[in-house]
């Protein structure tokens, strides 16, 4: 039962609004007609969520003719990527779509495992989720733009939207709250491939649903990093609320939209235009871009002729 809004579900009627409620999400901000001929490359984990995204839009590229491609980045974390990549594969085989990998250690020269020891030798300043989600994002939008790809899906659900807007404003973040996009950003700069978030209004639990309703639950590895995300008390407590107050979670993503939209129209959308990076040459909001200011920190040399993963 959907507690928020009072509706039930069978199995087959669950799975209909679920894959309903994306197919709807991409035609309202997307449009079919933006649709037909283009690429969308999905951000794949082997996690629940970019798996489920995956799943539906593999299925609505026939109905829509577009080409679906999946992109996975390993960052080297040793017992939890290694699974999550076996099962992604055995996923977008059944799927018959293309699949590329890229690994940390072909475009840094490091794993992630071996950049948090070099962090903590540090004093441990940079946590691990701010190593891994930096590169990931750099590696994610490079390779996408390479092959072409006219947007760049992601599997961020209604629950990540209100942690990262919670986040934002505890942090007095106004610079990140103009950044942040809805479902589709906007084109800021012709390097930056424009990001795509179907699941913006489906909740993680929903998510989870699904993902077993349809048999392409992963297996249960987790990242041993997860204890030093920053957002978990905000994950915790979100979670709490939701269920003393069903519905929270979506009311909070409509204040976030409306904020937003806001802000962005008394903003000049001049300071949000990116600059290109000093250094890899790619776009940033600073003369160096936050990739390369890690690879300095953690004293990672850079390399403009990397070997990316191949097509697998």
């Known amino acids: 039962m ?15 609004y679920f894959e309903y409620r994306i ?5 309202k901000y997307v449009g079919e007609r933006n649709l037909k001929g283009k690429i969308i490359a999905v951000a794949t984990s082997g996690g629940k969520d970019s798996t489920s995204l995956l799943q539906v839009l593999s299925k609505l590229s026939k ?11 390993d960052e080297g974390i040793k017992g939890y990527r290694d699974v999550k990549l076996d099962f992604l594969k055995r996923i977008v085989a059944r799927l018959e779509v293309t699949l590329y990998i890229e690994s940390f250690a072909e475009w840094f020269g490091r794993t992630l495992d071996e950049m948090v020891m070099i962090s903590l030798k540090k004093g441990f300043e940079i946590k691990p ?3 891994c989600g930096v590169f990931r994002r750099y590696i994610l939008n490079v390779k996408a733009r390479e092959i072409g790809a006219n947007y760049l899906a992601t599997g961020h659900n209604l629950d990540d ?6 986040m934002n404003i505890l942090r007095g973040s106004i610079k990140n709250l103009l950044r942040e996009s809805g479902v589709l950003s906007r084109r800021m700069h012709e390097k930056l491939v424009p990001r795509l978030k179907p699941l913006y209004f489906l909740s993680e639990k929903e998510t989870t649903v ?3 309703l349809m048999q392409i639950l992963p297996p249960p590895a987790e990242c041993p990093y997860v204890v030093f995300a920053s957002r978990n008390f905000i994950r915790k407590w979100l979670n709490v609320a939701e269920m003393e107050n069903p519905g929270i979670k979506m009311k909070l993503l409509e204040v976030k939209e409306e904020l937003c939209e806001k802000l962005v129209s008394k903003t000049r959308l001049e ?12 776009p940033s909001a600073e003369h160096m ?10 004293g990672l040399k850079y390399n403009p002729m990397r070997n990316g993963g191949g097509r697998q």
Do not use: W
Request: net charge positive; charged share 25%; with cysteine.
């Open 2 to 16: 959907n507690k928020a809004t009072r509706t039930n579900y069978c199995k087959e009627h669950f799975i209909k």
């Open 23 to 27: 197919e709807d999400t991409l035609l």
């Open 63 to 73: 109905k829509y003719e577009f080409d679906v491609i999946a992109l996975a980045v």
């Open 129 to 131: 989720c701010t190593l």
């Open 161 to 166: 939207e209100g942690q990262v807007f919670l």
């Open 210 to 212: 699904y993902s077993v």
């Open 271 to 282: 300071i949000m235009v990116p600059k290109l990076c000093n250094v890899c040459g790619e």
């Open 289 to 298: 871009c936050k990739a390369c200011q890690l690879r300095t920190y953690l």
